[in-house]
Nanobody, 122 residues
Framework: QLQLVESGGGLVQPGGSLRLFCEAS????????IGWFRQVPGKEREGLTC???????PIYGDEVGKFILHRDAAKGTVFMEMNSLSPEDTAVYYC????????????????WGPGTQVTVAS
């Protein structure tokens, strides 16, 4: 089973941008569907977007253009650009891997990272 790790979280000012990375030590993610989720205390984990060979890059919810996924095929990693961030985007962000297809739901993925905290504040 993949051991995913997210990185790139931190503190960013409102209106700013951030890039989050997802990788698996010793493994390439090129053949997996990689989804990104976020969670705030007391709420369910929310699907944001995903990238896969079969599904393209679906967007879940209304955040079109805010969360943009890229594959770095040479490194076998995935990164997500986050734009126009607001305090409401403060959450723990997770990447997840599926051997099958993209899904907006937690149960669609077999492997998860521990998450990285993103805090949007001035």
């Amino acid at each position: 089973q993949l051991q995913l790790v997210e990185s790139g979280g931190g503190l960013v000012q409102p209106g700013g941008s951030l890039r989050l990375f997802c990788e698996a030590s010793g493994f390439s993610l090129n053949n997996y569907a990689i989804g990104w989720f976020r969670q705030v205390p007391g709420k369910e984990r929310e699907g944001l977007t995903c990238i896969s060979e079969y599904d393209g890059v679906p967007i879940y919810g209304d955040e079109v253009g805010k969360f943009i996924l890229h594959r770095d095929a040479a490194k076998g990693t995935v990164f997500m650009e986050m734009n126009s961030l607001s305090p409401e985007d403060t959450a723990v962000y997770y990447c997840a891997a599926s051997r099958d297809f993209c899904s907006a739901y937690v149960h669609g993925y077999q492997s998860w990272g521990p998450g990285t905290q993103v805090t949007v504040a001035s």
